[in-house]
Nanobody, 127 residues
Framework: QVQLVESGGGLVQAGGSLRLSCTASGRIFETYTMGWFRQQAPRKERKFVAAITWKNTTTYNEDLVKGRFTISRDNANKMVYLQMNSLKPEDTAVYYC???????????????????WGQGTQVTVSS
């Protein structure tokens, strides 16, 4: 079992930055590939943002982030981060931390492939 707790969301003006954090607890952190998804409304799909393996191999939804976001992890402290710069109103969403067993990034963009989710943190970008 893995527990994930996000923090760092909030209200920011367009062009600003936020850093989201995810604290993991439970089973061996290094066996999981970690990631971030976002959901803009309860009935909208949860979209993949970024993912990172234990060895810091990363992948991004480039159509969505366009080089503005950076994912990182601190394995010693079981933390995952999402640095978000040049935020736009369309980045407004609930951001979810995700964990999937294994070290492969293939298919990580599917929410169905995720084993564990955090409760989400709201990010609101004002224009």
């Amino acid at each position: 079992q893995v527990q994930l707790v996000e923090s760092g969301g909030g209200l920011v003006q367009a062009g600003g930055s936020l850093r989201l954090s995810c604290t993991a607890s439970g089973r061996i952190f290094e066996t999981y590939t970690m990631g971030w998804f976002r959901q803009q409304a309860p009935r909208k799909e949860r979209k993949f943002v970024a993912a990172i393996t234990w060895k810091n191999t990363t992948t991004y939804n480039e159509d969505l982030v366009k080089g503005r976001f950076t994912i990182s992890r601190d394995n010693a402290n079981k933390m995952v981060y999402l640095q978000m710069n040049s935020l736009k109103p369309e980045d407004t969403a609930v951001y979810y931390c995700a964990a999937r067993a294994g070290q492969l990034l293939n298919g990580y963009d599917s929410p169905l492939s995720i084993n564990y989710w955090g409760q989400g943190t709201q990010v609101t970008v004002s224009s």
